[in-house]
């Protein structure tokens, strides 16, 4: 695909945006930055193929509106390439161990050489600077979950092991903090001719995201319990119940409004034991705790799922079913919000359905253009378009500097 080919629109239209790095976490943020308009050219290793490709129909979605060049970066005709990206280039987001581009001489500075407006964004496991000895570690997802903190906290209670959040769920939230971080960066490097530098650790994403389970654990000692299905360590009702169709609804429950309408529902506003207001029931509240436990669990078993679920936000008590992919792919709500698309797949040569572009944008909607490319699909347009005549295209072929499926 040739630059005049990709639509315009969205808000990021006449931005460039030069990915290189694999799986999930870098790339995905040059991705959203594509669905809103971006030109993303994604640079992929002449080594091997991107693993991503292998992990089901992940690479159709999350390298979607993406153009590609498979290039060896650290030949010496490839490392000129990447200089004639990287000039005309606003944005560059790399993923690789700490410290990897510079020591292949690619320092921000050299960069800023070539264009003083770019911004950069280097997405590791732990960071460009530190302790040595971790900087240059390599890292996927549970592993930054595990160093930051976020995995002691999630699973079922002592003695079960812990259990890190799936699928990928470090990997997707580094990516929209390098998305934003780029976006806010390209910002000021407009309005001033100067660009910037961001270094995005994984295992500090998760940190970020601990609300007052780090603030506790650093200001007053106490590590956080894992809770499983329950909303915290000390309430009765688990969030999660199992209803009479073998499915599952989440509850959201808090508040004096919220119990009073649960306990209506529940058969239970009459009882003595619970007159009193309250915004909460603890596990150690007995009798009360014992009955509303029960009659929770009785009021599941009678139900199915959906039912429950209905019943429970007539009475104004926050819940959802547990949804699956069959329920999410037939929901009126998914289907008028329109959460569910389809795009043209190259790699299968086939119409996949899978996520929508999101947010929703109301001024300059996002788009879809294509799926994830296959690997090399884009060498010669884009290397034309830098300048490449077909003779030096061909040469770079016969050398491997470029490489094609």
Same mark, same amino acid.
């Given at each position: 695909?040739?630059?005049?080919?990709?639509?315009?629109?969205?808000?990021?239209?006449?931005?460039?945006?030069?990915?290189?790095?694999?799986?999930?976490?870098?790339?995905?943020?040059?991705?959203?930055?594509?669905?809103?308009?971006?030109?993303?050219?994604?640079?992929?290793?002449?080594?091997?193929?991107?693993?991503?490709?292998?992990?089901?129909?992940?690479?159709?979605?999350?390298?979607?509106?993406?153009?590609?060049?498979?290039?060896?970066?650290?030949?010496?005709?490839?490392?000129?390439?990447?200089?004639?990206?990287?000039?005309?280039?606003?944005?560059?987001?790399?993923?690789?161990?700490?410290?990897?581009?510079?020591?292949?001489?690619?320092?921000?500075?050299?960069?800023?050489?070539?264009?003083?407006?770019?911004?950069?964004?280097?997405?590791?496991?732990?960071?460009?600077?530190?302790?040595?000895?971790?900087?240059?570690?390599?890292?996927?997802?549970?592993?930054?979950?595990?160093?930051?903190?976020?995995?002691?906290?999630?699973?079922?209670?002592?003695?079960?092991?812990?259990?890190?959040?799936?699928?990928?769920?470090?990997?997707?939230?580094?990516?929209?903090?390098?998305?934003?971080?780029?976006?806010?960066?390209?910002?000021?490097?407009?309005?001033?001719?100067?660009?910037?530098?961001?270094?995005?650790? #994984? =295992?500090? %994403?998760?940190?970020?995201?601990?609300?007052? /389970?780090? @603030?506790?654990?650093?200001?007053?000692?106490? $590590? !956080?319990?894992?809770?499983?299905?329950?909303?915290?360590?000390?309430?009765?009702?688990?969030?999660?119940?199992?209803?009479?169709?073998?499915?599952?609804?989440?509850?959201?429950?808090?508040?004096?409004?919220?119990?009073?309408?649960?306990?209506?529902?529940?058969?239970?506003?009459?009882?003595?034991?619970?007159?009193?207001?309250?915004?909460?029931?603890?596990?150690?509240?007995?009798?009360?705790?014992?009955?509303?436990?029960?009659?929770?669990?009785?009021?599941?078993?009678?139900?199915?799922?959906?039912?429950?679920?209905?019943?429970?936000? #007539? =009475?104004? %008590?926050?819940?959802?079913?547990?949804?699956? /992919?069959? @329920?999410?792919?037939?929901?009126?709500?998914? $289907? !008028?919000?329109?959460?569910?698309?389809?795009?043209?797949?190259?790699?299968?040569?086939?119409?996949?359905?899978?996520?929508?572009?999101?947010?929703?944008?109301?001024?300059?909607?996002?788009?879809?253009?294509?799926?994830?490319?296959?690997?090399?699909?884009?060498?010669?347009?884009?290397?034309?378009?830098?300048?490449?005549?077909?003779?030096?295209?061909?040469?770079?072929?016969?050398?491997?500097?470029?490489?094609?499926?």
């Amino acid at each position: 695909m040739k630059h005049n080919e990709i639509p315009v629109f969205g808000n990021l239209q006449g931005v460039r945006v030069l990915s290189s790095g694999t799986n999930i976490a870098g790339p995905v943020a040059c991705s959203l930055l594509g669905e809103q308009g971006a030109d993303v050219i994604q640079i992929e290793s002449t080594a091997a193929h991107d693993i991503l490709r292998n992990i089901g129909e992940a690479w159709t979605v999350e390298h979607r509106n993406n153009r590609t060049i498979a290039l060896n970066i650290r030949s010496e005709q490839g490392e000129a390439v990447l200089k004639k990206l990287v000039a005309k280039a606003d944005i560059l987001v790399e993923s690789s161990k700490g410290g990897t581009w510079a020591k292949w001489g690619l320092t921000d500075e050299v960069l800023w050489e070539i264009n003083p407006k770019l911004v950069i964004a280097h997405v590791s496991g732990y960071g460009q600077s530190g302790d040595p000895e971790y900087v240059s570690r390599g890292s996927f997802d549970p592993i930054g979950q595990a160093f930051s903190g976020f995995l002691a906290v999630n699973g079922m209670p002592d003695p079960e092991p812990p259990l890190h959040a799936k699928p990928y769920t470090c990997d997707y939230i580094t990516a929209l903090f390098t998305a934003w971080a780029v976006t806010a960066a390209l910002y000021r490097a407009r309005e001033t001719g100067k660009g910037e530098s961001v270094d995005v650790a #994984q =295992y500090e %994403v998760m940190a970020r995201i601990q609300a007052d /389970y780090m @603030m506790d654990g650093l200001n007053k000692g106490r $590590q !956080a319990p894992r809770m499983g299905i329950y909303g915290n360590a000390v309430c009765a009702l688990p969030n999660v119940q199992r209803c009479k169709d073998g499915n599952y609804i989440m509850t959201g429950i808090g508040g004096v409004p919220v119990f009073r309408s649960l306990e209506k529902l529940l058969g239970l506003e009459s009882d003595p034991d619970f007159a009193e207001p309250h915004g909460t029931i603890d596990r150690d509240e007995h009798p009360r705790s014992d009955k509303i436990v029960k009659a929770m669990a009785d009021f599941c078993a009678s139900h199915t799922a959906e039912e429950a679920n209905d019943l429970l936000n #007539q =009475y104004k %008590v926050p819940c959802s079913v547990v949804m699956t /992919y069959e @329920m999410m792919a037939k929901h009126p709500h998914y $289907q !008028a919000r329109e959460t569910f698309t389809t795009w043209h797949d190259p790699i299968t040569e086939r119409d996949v359905k899978g996520i929508n572009t999101i947010p929703v944008f109301k001024q300059n909607p996002s788009r879809i253009f294509r799926g994830g490319p296959t690997y090399g699909m884009d060498n010669e347009d884009i290397l034309a378009e830098f300048g490449y005549s077909e003779a030096e295209i061909a040469d770079m072929y016969d050398k491997g500097v470029i490489k094609k499926a």
